[in-house]
Nanobody
Framework: QVLLVESGGGLVQAGGSLRLSCAVSGRTSRVYAMGWFRQSREKEREFVAAITWSAGNTYYANSDSVKGRFSISRDNAKNTVYLQMNSLQPEDTAVYYC?????????????????WGQGTQVTVSS
């Protein structure tokens, strides 16, 4: 198990940017991939992006909702994963969670992630 702590959320106007951070501590050597998910009041928790811990391969939600606007990265030296969010829109308003998977698999599925952060609120005003 690892401990995940998100930060960087807040209130931003439409068109603005935010960078979320997820600090990872504990048994990081067993982490295969890190993911970002989001959940709003109207929707179920949805996959946003993922990155493999070692190779740095990235994956994004297969929809126009985040493609081209969001970017996931990691700094292994700092044990931190980032989600850069640009051109934010009101529909991006949600609680954003980072998660860690030790096993890999279909990275869009919340079920493969065994550790979750507490979430950070992102609110985009129009």
């Amino acid at each position: 198990q690892v401990l995940l702590v998100e930060s960087g959320g807040g209130l931003v106007q439409a068109g603005g940017s935010l960078r979320l951070s997820c600090a990872v501590s504990g048994r990081t050597s067993r982490v295969y991939a890190m993911g970002w998910f989001r959940q709003s009041r109207e929707k179920e928790r949805e996959f946003v992006a993922a990155i493999t811990w070692s190779a740095g391969n990235t994956y994004y939600a297969n929809s126009d909702s985040v493609k081209g606007r969001f970017s996931i990265s990691r700094d292994n030296a700092k044990n931190t994963v980032y989600l850069q969010m640009n051109s934010l829109q009101p529909e991006d308003t949600a609680v954003y969670y980072c998660a860690a998977s030790n096993t890999g698999g279909t990275l869009v599925l919340p079920s493969i992630y065994s550790s979750w952060g507490q979430g950070t609120q992102v609110t985009v005003s129009s």
